[in-house]
């Protein structure tokens, strides 16, 4: 698939409610999330997405306005490099404050409908070590250290990585749905 596909509507949602209510999409309740289970549930996040790369039909979507597994893939690597790259600031930094990535943007420049499913299913499982092993680093105090984003909303080591795993594990869904779509 090589042409640019229709972008998806704008996200614009504030998805921190995520933290307080279980996403009514895909189920995922993190405020009962075990932190010591993120490590497990990033790389488990991360084989099930490689694995939906590695069908024939990943790069194809089901509705034009609807990622393929691709798509999703290359959303999901990327979220990881991000995440890490915070996680890495919140830890030795005093209350970083973030830019604001825009994933809509990032998808269009980067061209995540034409890139190679199994160089990006071996990227995912590489950035999804990598913060798989920062989470399971963090000790004691710091899973309090604080973080603010340009939009205002505040994390702590603790609630950023609950929001995190709930990025994963609905992406996860969001693939689940694209292929019981397709068929």
């Known amino acids: ?9 704008q996200d614009d949602k504030d998805w921190t409610w995520v933290l307080h209510e279980p996403c009514p999409e895909c189920g995922f309740d993190a405020a009962a999330l075990d932190r010591g289970d993120i490590p497990g549930l990033i790389r488990a996040s991360a084989a099930n997405l490689a694995a939906a790369l590695a069908r024939r039909d990943a790069a194809a979507r089901c509705e ?23 996680l890495e600031r919140m830890l030795a930094e005093d209350d970083p404050l973030f830019a604001n990535w825009d994933q809509d943007e990032t998808a269009l420049a980067e061209r995540y409908w034409a890139q190679d499913p199994a160089t990006v299913a071996a990227e995912l499982t590489e950035s999804a070590e990598a913060i798989a092993q ?20 505040v994390f702590t080591v603790d609630s950023f990585g609950r929001y995190f795993m709930h990025d994963l594990v609905h992406h996860v869904h969001d693939v689940q749905d694209v292929q019981d779509i397709s068929g």
């Open 1 to 9: 698939m090589t042409d640019e596909p229709l972008a998806p509507p």
């Open 64 to 86: 034009p306005h609807v990622w393929s597994a691709l798509e999703y893939g290359c959303h999901v690597r990327d979220v990881c490099r991000v995440f890490d790259a915070r």
């Open 134 to 153: 920062g989470f399971a680093a963090v000790d004691g105090d710091q899973w309090q250290r604080p973080s603010r984003r340009g939009n205002g909303s």
